[in-house]
């Protein structure tokens, strides 16, 4: 069963940095894309940032120049460095991956979150 757990959230003042990590457990036989989310309050969910399986990234133009997302295939981690932060950051941020997995002997596909981690940015 496969399973991702996000870690690296907390509480931090404007201008400040986190780093989210997000791990993937399970039966892996390889990660393709990996994103983060975020979903403030009264908000919808909305895309941070992704990186394909080849290492191409794309961001929320919100966040282009201030957050950097990252992967280890060796260690099926992904990362978030959050820095500068500003108030309107403040959200739960969700990691979400496409993860190949054997089963049945064949091998399949499926999307996969995990729980989430409260960033909260004071100003």
């Known amino acids: 069963q496969v399973q991702l757990v996000e870690s690296g959230g907390g509480l931090v003042q404007a201008g400040g940095s986190l780093r989210l990590s997000c791990a993937a457990s399970g039966s892996i036989s390889a990660i393709n894309t990996m994103a983060w989310y975020r979903q403030a309050p009264g908000k919808q969910r909305e895309l941070v940032a992704s990186?394909?399986?080849?290492?191409?990234?794309n961001y929320a133009d919100s966040v282009k120049g201030r957050f950097t997302i990252s992967r280890d295939d060796a260690e099926n981690t992904g990362y978030l460095q959050t820095n500068s932060l500003k108030p309107e950051d403040t959200a739960v941020y969700y990691c979400?991956?496409?993860?190949?997995?054997?089963?049945?002997?064949?091998?399949?596909?499926?999307?996969?979150w995990g729980q989430g981690t409260q960033v909260t940015v004071s100003s």
């Open positions: 990186i394909t399986r080849a290492g191409t990234t």
């Open positions: 979400a991956a496409a993860i190949m997995y054997y089963t049945g002997g064949k091998f399949r596909t499926d999307d996969y």
